[in-house]
């Protein structure tokens, strides 16, 4: 079984998607949605672009899939909740599902592992560092933990909002 950590994020109709999004992973991975390990969920602004802001999160699973299997299944979530294939990096998203780690792998295709972004926004690193705490980071070698902790929290502003699933 692989450890692995997904960033859920939505800033369309966020409630709903985040919700929704949640039951896709336990349904994809054939688990009660307790059995999903779920950060707190926060509120961020738009990075990259002028948008609404989004509500993110991290979700931990354990899986007998493999990265290709679980790097197919994101997508396919993502496409059934109306991302298009064309879709630009940096716009609204109504379900944004990213591959943040798999076990402690280091590869570039299909998903890059460990996700590039683990380390410079807080909306990923703060909820990474809620359910994986003690994990070490497997290029920069220091824990979740201490990475937020020594994070410059004035960059970029989140705050905890009340869970809605």
């Known amino acids: 079984m692989a450890s692995i950590y997904i960033s859920l994020g939505s800033n ?8 929704k999004g949640l039951n896709a992973l336990a349904v994809a991975f054939n688990l009660p949605l307790e059995q999903l390990v779920l950060s707190s969920l926060f509120e961020s602004e738009a990075v990259g ?16 899939q493999t990265v290709e299997q679980v790097a197919h299944l994101l997508r396919d979530i993502e496409f ?5 294939r064309d879709a630009k990096k940096f716009s609204p998203r109504t379900l944004d599902l990213d591959l943040l780690l ?6 570039d295709s299909p998903a890059q592992l460990p996700r590039n972004e683990i380390d410079k926004n807080a909306f990923v690193l703060w909820p990474l560092s809620e359910v994986a705490p003690q994990l070490i980071h497997p290029i920069i070698k220091q824990d979740y933990e201490t990475l937020w902790q020594n994070y ?9 909002v009340d869970n809605c699933w």
């Open 12 to 19: 369309v109709e966020r409630e709903y998607h985040i919700k």
């Open 49 to 64: 672009f002028s948008g609404n802001a989004f509500f993110n999160m991290v979700v931990g699973i354990e899986t007998s």
């Open 80 to 84: 059934s909740y109306g991302r298009t």
């Open 102 to 107: 798999y076990d402690d792998l280091i590869i």
């Open 152 to 160: 410059d929290k004035a960059h970029q502003q989140l705050k905890v």
